[in-house]
């Protein structure tokens, strides 16, 4: 009996250590498997450039079947490297806070559709036994990746930025309403708190530039589209920047009326 | 008498050239003496050129600093010890480190640079 009881104590022990160690290693275990793909992506690349170029200048059966073979080779790791972004960000937005559960599984839902495409088009290639075929097999794929998957890669990332922001934002209101609190409780035992009212309203004052350009972000990544779609990426994560240094100031002014209010 | 007889100075005008030197030998001693005082009163009192003593070491030339405050120090107060008051100024320095260090690029999850234009043909 004391076996048994020893050996499921144990058991727990041991399941509970691989669990946390498994969910701390997601995120940066996948990213360190990207890095790693992305490397043998390149050599592929560089093979594939070169037996394309060789079939191109000869036009041998033999140059043609080399570049056949590379080419299925660098097309088949180019659809396994954009799976590996695509997991980069879900596992991401799985450990990132900020997120209702619906927006989650939005995302969530997104990023398996595509998986799950890219998935089974990667299995394509290897039947593909012309140059044509594999041609129009990449097509499918450039298709899809350009109007598609990279608009949910960078609405993804933006919507991480956002949440980091919002979840700052939301500590600092919650501050501001205590301090409130507390300075009428300060101002009710004779102390006077006029200088400290106003650099509570400076905070607030901040504080509302900081979510307006959140609001400006938010529209931003939510409407990414066409030829200037990095361009518009870089302009929402300067608002947030903007936004950021906002709500830095809010927080001096903060600091400012905790230092009065100690006297110090 | 003899000696004035045969031309020979008499004792009176002898002794008059010493007594001269005496009258100006003290007046000598008296200026030597001036002058002495002054020199030591010069070397003592008046202070040495500035110019060639007080130069100064060569150094780096740090810009000052200055500390930027928006209001004074004021005597700690009755809330200084208050928990509520301490508690909010604790979570307020953890904001401002959180603040400080949130990372806003992302750079891992940018896009793949991928080859989208794959053709075999020239």
Do not use: C
Not at chain 1, 67 to 88: C, H, M, P
Not at chain 1, 197 to 219: P, V
Request: proline share 3%; aromatic share 10%; charged share 20%.
């Amino acid at each position: 009996m004391k076996y048994f009881i020893l050996r499921n104590i144990l058991f727990v022990l041991l399941a509970l250590f691989i669990f946390s160690t498994v969910a701390y290693a997601d995120y940066a275990g996948t990213y360190q498997s990207y890095v790693n793909l992305y490397d043998t992506y390149r050599q592929a690349e560089r093979s594939y450039v070169t037996s394309k170029n060789k079939y191109l200048t000869y036009q041998t059966l033999t140059a043609e079947q080399e570049a056949l073979n590379n080419g299925k080779n660098f097309l088949k790791l180019r659809d396994q490297l954009v799976i590996l972004y695509l997991k980069l960000l879900y596992d991401r937005v799985n450990e990132s806070g900020g997120y209702t559960t619906d927006e989650r599984n939005l995302i969530f839902n997104k990023i398996n559709v595509e998986t799950s495409w890219l998935t089974e088009h990667r299995t394509k290639y290897d039947s593909s036994s012309t140059l044509k075929d594999l041609q129009r097999l990449s097509d499918q794929m450039q298709d899809r990746y350009l109007s598609l998957i990279r608009y949910i890669g960078l609405q993804t990332a933006g919507g991480i930025l956002q949440n980091k922001l919002t979840v700052l934002t939301t500590l600092l209101e919650d501050l501001l309403n205590q301090t409130e609190a507390q300075l009428t409780r300060v101002a009710e035992s004779g102390k006077d708190t006029t200088v400290s009212q106003r650099w509570l309203l400076e905070a607030k004052n901040k504080l509302s530039l900081a979510k307006e350009k959140q609001e400006d972000a938010k529209q931003i990544f939510g409407s990414l589209h066409g030829q200037n779609l990095i361009t518009d990426y870089n302009q929402g994560a300067f608002y947030l920047s903007e936004s950021n240094q906002y709500l830095r100031e809010a927080n001096f002014y903060l600091s400012e009326i905790i230092r009065l209010t100690k006297g110090e | 008498m003899e000696f004035e007889e045969q031309g020979m100075p008499s004792q009176e005008k002898i002794t008059e050239t010493p007594s001269f030197l005496q009258n100006h030998f003290k007046l000598i001693l008296v200026l030597g003496l001036f002058l002495l005082v002054a020199m030591l009163l010069t070397t003592v009192l008046i202070p040495k050129n500035p110019s060639v003593t007080q130069l100064p070491k060569p150094s780096i030339i740090t810009p000052p600093v200055v500390i930027v405050t928006a209001t004074p120090p004021l005597e700690p107060s009755q809330w200084a010890t208050d928990a509520a008051i301490l508690q909010i100024d604790e979570q307020n320095k953890n904001l401002a480190e959180e603040l400080l260090n949130v990372d806003l690029t992302e750079s891992p999850l940018a896009l793949p640079n991928i080859d989208t234009n794959v053709t075999f043909e020239k």
